[in-house]
């Protein structure tokens, strides 16, 4: 089922299915592995025993606290039944799918499925970009058609739209692909890189890497180019700390930090307003969308939040309050208590897979998983868009299994 769900991305994507397919894939299984788990005895083969890790359990946890918060929200703010339940499918769909394919991926599940199965993906994207790019030149519809499967519900058309490619308001071409947005393509490309390092095969290799390169540049997200550097490398010096290179390197890099830090500062700051320059209205949208949902979140609804996404004003094009950035999101929807059921999962997963990514590729792969989660929580809401990434959240599920082990051996 994960093979052919990852495998067939674009073809789900034209009947626009892959918002559904999701969830529908994650709570089957879930329900499939909640059976093994219930007819698990003693005598079951050691190899096909179900075990939860600490890990996991945490992220359980905060997903669910998410759901208490949801529900506190909504009673506070008085509601109603009707949006209550409806918030309720909303969780079911987005961050109860965080707990949900972790959990999944500790199921006897091979990490070089998946890794096989995006390099698929990555490959597909190759063939198809110079057709989509010839029907920008031929100037053929950017959209076709948005699937009636949108009748089973979802946040907008985007989410079941078949689009060629697209014209922003700011003239630029950008294209989406299987995503609902150009940012969201780089998200992806960033997770299909992160498995394509970790394939062995030179042939797949170059396919994954190749393919998840061309997403992030189709995309034209700002975010996706400059996250596909930094992780790949972070996830590697990280993964080596207790070798006595890699801190001798880190010592001497320390030093000539220390002694360059004010051109350094200089530096970073030129690079920020270059960044910023890059897309005005994009970034003055984002930091005004972030400036009132702490506002509001400070002032009416500091420990549950306001239950759910309100529009904001035509300052912000009327954007939803705390779209663009998680933690904005999360204070105004959740409050404090939801940036804690946040928070506090992806510190653990980073701690602990910090320590087993010395000795096991699966656990670098994770950990690499959870520092792009991190540094997307301040440009994406990623719950609505666990229906594209889930691929890696099942890749934390397989690493949280790995044992520790001491890495002086």
């Known amino acids: 089922m994960i093979w052919y769900s990852i495998t067939w991305t674009y073809g789900f994507y034209v009947i626009g299915g892959l918002y559904v397919l999701a969830p529908v894939l994650g709570w089957i ?17 050691e190899e096909e025993r179900i075990r939860v890790p600490p890990g996991v359990w945490i992220w359980i946890v905060g997903m669910l606290v998410m759901l208490v918060a949801l529900l506190i929200g909504h009673f506070d703010w008085e509601l109603g039944l009707g949006k209550t339940i409806k918030s309720s499918i909303g969780w079911a769909k987005g961050w109860a799918l965080m707990a949900i ?13 998946i890794y096989r199965a995006a390099g698929i993906v990555c490959l597909h994207t190759l063939i198809l970009m110079p057709f989509l790019y010839l029907a920008y030149l031929l100037g053929l519809p950017q959209d076709l058609y948005v699937s009636p499967i949108q009748i089973v519900g979802g946040p907008g058309p985007e989410y079941f739209r078949v689009s060629l490619y697209n014209v922003d308001p700011e003239n630029i071409t ?44 189709v995309c034209k997200s700002r975010l996706a180019l400059v996250v596909m550097i930094l992780i790949p490398l972070g996830s590697l010096a990280l993964s080596q700390l207790t070798r006595t290179r890699t801190l001798l390197l880190a ?159």
């Open 174 to 217: 950008r294209w989406f692909l299987f995503a609902p947005w150009a940012p969201a393509l780089g998200f992806v490309a960033n997770v299909y890189l992160l498995f394509a390092i970790q394939v062995k095969d030179r042939k797949w290799f170059w396919i994954g890497v190749l393919g998840s390169i061309v997403m992030a540049l």
């Open 29 to 45: 299984l879930l329900f499939y592995l909640l059976k093994k788990l219930w007819y698990q005895t003693e005598e079951t083969p």
């Open 251 to 409: 010592g001497g890099g320390s030093l000539a930090t220390g002694l360059a830090a004010p051109a350094l500062i200089q530096m970073f700051e030129d690079v920020s307003s270059r960044f910023r320059a890059a897309r005005v209205d994009s970034s003055r949208v984002r930091e005004a969308l972030g400036r009132i949902a702490i506002d509001r979140w400070q002032g009416e609804a500091p420990i549950w939040g306001h239950g759910i996404v309100e529009r904001g004003p035509h300052l912000v094009e009327y954007m939803p309050i705390g779209s663009h950035h998680s933690w904005y999101g999360l204070l105004f929807v959740k409050g404090a208590v939801g940036f804690a059921a946040l928070a506090i999962p992806l510190l653990w997963s980073f701690i602990e897979l910090l320590l087993k990514a010395q000795t096991s590729r699966p656990a670098r792969t994770g950990l690499g998983m959870i520092m792009l989660l991190f540094l997307y929580t301040f440009g994406e809401n990623l719950e609505i868009l666990a229906y594209l990434f889930w691929p890696g959240l099942v890749l934390i599920g397989i690493a949280h299994k790995e044992p520790f082990r001491n890495p002086l051996k």
């Open 101 to 113: 394919f972790p959990l999944i991926g500790c199921l006897n599940i091979r990490p070089e499925i």
